[in-house]
């Protein structure tokens, strides 16, 4: 397969695509919307959720597992959650299959064998979770629960892109049950920092924190708050979400606890999750033409090391150097492969390592042995320099953080460079098709407003950012007055 | 809830489920079948997974993931394989939910939204991986392939129990290719030894390592090799498999690669996995009529500490105390809880993490400071003694490991105890039903005399041990001649 990718400039939907392919993260399945998460893919999202799951953990909070299913009595029961969910569900009717008479070594579903009540397979557990909260709630004692959920989810996409939307996916969802609503808050932006966090410090993406207009809330939540990314296409890309469910869930499914008055009320609830989309994000914020650019903290591999040599003798001395800076490399904690794959040329391997984006490259030559150096290429600004082996490992790891650093601002510039304002309906919509990015503007907060300019620009509200000024203006639609500006773009 | 718990001589069965459920590992959930494990019984598996996983990695293996659902097209191609699963699959079948026009707030399956072709909930996954796995294959430089998936499966099992057989449950599956045969060969053998060093070494619970006779092969296998493990109502639990698969797959899903030589041939496979069975193999293997006994390696906690004191005053010396001595066990990596939650009493504490195994508690009280000393206690054998807080922390990191080897020796004498030889018919049933355990005694090697035995006895043929002597025989139910004895007993 050619390693070459289409340009952004050519065709950023096209590159994605590719890239996503090509740099082995994922591949299309035989089922329709569903991924293959390759083993390149898999240790990436092994660390992003190592270390998400790290500071769950430090956050007071404790994994659990809930069934895959949902029985359609209980998804219905929180009416707004279950209209929102209903049109893209994965239904199980049936349980067993049988021979096909008609066709010997085929299978037929067993109509014997029906269910008497389907089960939803989870877009989200708000409802299997509720259901299972109140047999373990009773009193304000068995408060708060802090609860987390890494496992799968199906939700029926029609048009789906390996991460950015796939009928099935990867999350982790948290549960949350409180005594007073001010926790509960509390809680929903306390793991909305985490991962603002999360995304900004180790996948080296900046974030706008914000709440949702109402017409973007989850179903079922009375505030969504959520983190928003801008990728190199100019658009916008929702990275997290947690939610303050007020008591919906808990009146849906009557879950009430007495006070310390002995007092029955009903539970306060949030939920929040981060998916396998974060890599769609991770992807399309920093990669370029030549393929991924890793941030080093959850990059699967971080340093990779190319012999260059001739012939059995020059290997054996390559290779001995090279078994000398991996150890010391490890010793500091950095994952390093030393590619000595004698199928492909170093020049091969370059592009292939430059292709899955492995933050610093090392070519190790019999010549460059003898002057005591190595040729070290950053893949960020794949700048190449000749460094010496003698405290290699600690300039490495100094490296490491410098590039990280390094995309993190980079993304930063990009996207401070495409926040702009917007005071007229003509700017906006000139901005938006021109330069795309961020456009802070007034609006006059009703949802039929909303409506008309998604409709008439597909630019929807992204969030109201939680550190907005306040700012008398007007409504670039409607020339009402307006208090403060909101955050619009084209999203994924 | 009471914590008193049925004994095990009263009733076996009985004082595991319960146990299950008051020890807090997991609950049944409202979907016919299936669980919910509780954190406390998430973070055992945590363990035991994060274990699992890097003896993998250590042995050349990768995590990937591939999708939920398998079309049943493919579901139905190695014949074997469907054949064996048919009976217990959950389908989905629709992809919508609507509206239901006759009742209000309720929705129905959308009979517009029926699938094309009906999705099988993977209830293994050789199918959808062996038909991804051709689009990665060409060449022997492919080979070999080393994937392991961590993933949720689906067997609609009529009759569950937590952990042991439920709907769903969450494993390991590693799918691998290679090829030649004996590369595979070697591959499943060494998978089988990585399952019996986990099991011995971190759960504590002695197996036998076997071949598996045709008749419990695993469907679609050409030889399955298990690990046998044994409960202390003398039934037998199989603990984990590894597959031979042979060509199987690679025929049914025409995987070749070029050799060598250019010359096209099918692709080698194995297939092997461990669960959430685990959980049960452990809990019946340790536990006593108090409650769990965790082997101190996978305990999610390791080390309990009560405080034992009077008022606020007291309570600060003790605080001040225990600070201290958490810091120098948790230097050490131990896994410590300091449970000064005032609205319990010490002794309903002491009884609450008897009831979840953890293996030493230590009371800390205003007297046992003045003396320097702790009082401590073992779970396993329920040993009290006084120790000095000096050194207080190395000491009790030789006692988890003096623990791990008790309750593995214990397990390992109960099993000895538990295996007998038996030459004769009568022998045999009178052994199964006086003593159960496991029956070493000849077999003629026939499908008919083993499905004879087991229609007679309920009791089968766990495994031929891989360590076995040849020896001469003849069948304890046909009389034909046989050249080794095999394993029986009943079995979970």
């Known amino acids: 397969m050619s390693k070459e990718l289409t340009s952004r400039a050519e065709d950023y939907s096209q590159w994605y695509n590719e890239l996503v392919v090509k740099a082995a993260l994922a591949d299309h399945s035989a089922v329709r919307g569903c991924m293959v998460i390759k083993p390149y893919g898999y240790a990436l999202w092994e660390n992003m959720r190592d270390q998400l799951d790290k500071m769950f953990k430090e956050t007071g909070h404790v994994n659990a597992y809930f069934p895959l299913f949902v029985p359609k009595s209980l998804f219905e029961a929180e009416e707004k959650n279950a209209e929102g969910f209903a049109k893209e569900c994965a239904v ?26 389907e089960l939803i397979i989870r877009p989200t557990s708000e409802a299997i979770i509720w259901n ?21 989810v199906v939700r029926w996409e029609m048009r789906t892109r390996l991460f950015l939307r796939t009928a099935e996916f990867l999350w982790q969802e948290g549960h ?11 809680e929903t932006v306390k793991m909305l920092n985490v991962y603002a966090s999360f995304v900004e410090e180790y996948m080296a993406v900046p974030v706008i924190k914000g709440v949702k207009t109402a017409s973007e809330r989850f179903a079922g939540a009375e505030d969504t708050y959520c983190i928003e990314a801008l990728m190199q296409d100019g658009k916008a890309l929702q990275a997290g979400t947690s939610h303050f469910l007020g008591q919906n869930f808990a009146k849906a499914f009557d879950v009430k606890f007495s006070d310390k008055n002995n007092k029955l009320e009903y539970v306060w609830a949030t939920s929040w999750g981060v998916s396998t989309r974060l890599i769609g994000a991770l992807i399309m914020a920093h990669s370029d033409d030549q393929g991924l650019v890793m941030p080093p903290k959850i990059a699967p591999l971080q340093v990779v090391i190319v012999p260059i040599y001739k012939g059995e003798e020059g290997k054996a001395i390559v290779d001995a150097k090279a078994k000398i800076i991996i150890e010391e490399l490890k010793a500091l904690g950095i994952r390093v492969k030393y590619d000595d794959n004698d199928n492909a040329r ?24 003898d002057n005591n150096v190595v040729e070290l290429a950053r893949r960020d600004t794949k700048e190449k320099k000749s460094v010496s082996i003698d405290g290699l490992a600690v300039y490495v790891k100094a490296l490491l953080e410098e590039i990280q650093q390094y995309i993190f601002n980079k993304a930063l510039d990009f996207r401070t460079e495409n926040t702009r304002k917007a005071d007229t309906w003509d700017d906006f919509v000139k901005l938006l098709d021109e330069k795309a990015g961020f456009i802070s503007a007034h609006w006059d907060g009703t949802p039929e407003t909303e409506e008309k300019i998604k409709e008439q620009t597909k630019a929807t509200i992204r969030c109201i950012p939680l550190d907005n000024e306040m700012e008398d203006g007007v409504c670039i639609l409607s020339g009402k007055p ?5 955050l619009f773009a084209r999203a994924y």
């Open 346 to 369: 170093p020049g091969w391997k370059f592009a292939e390592y430059e292709l899955k984006g492995v933050p610093v490259r090392i070519a190790l030559g019999q010549r460059d042995i």
């Open 92 to 117: 199980v009717t049936h349980y067993r299959l049988i021979a096909d008479p008609e066709n010997k070594g085929k299978l037929i579903v067993d109509p014997a064998a029906k269910l008497e009540e």
């Open 176 to 186: 949350t049950a409180h005594a007073t609503k001010e926790e509960a808050v509390e």
């Open 132 to 152: 299972t909260y109140k047999g373990w709630i009773q009193s304000y004692r068995d408060l708060p629960l802090l609860i987390n959920q890494w496992a799968n």
């Open 482 to 486: 307006s208090k403060q500006r909101v």
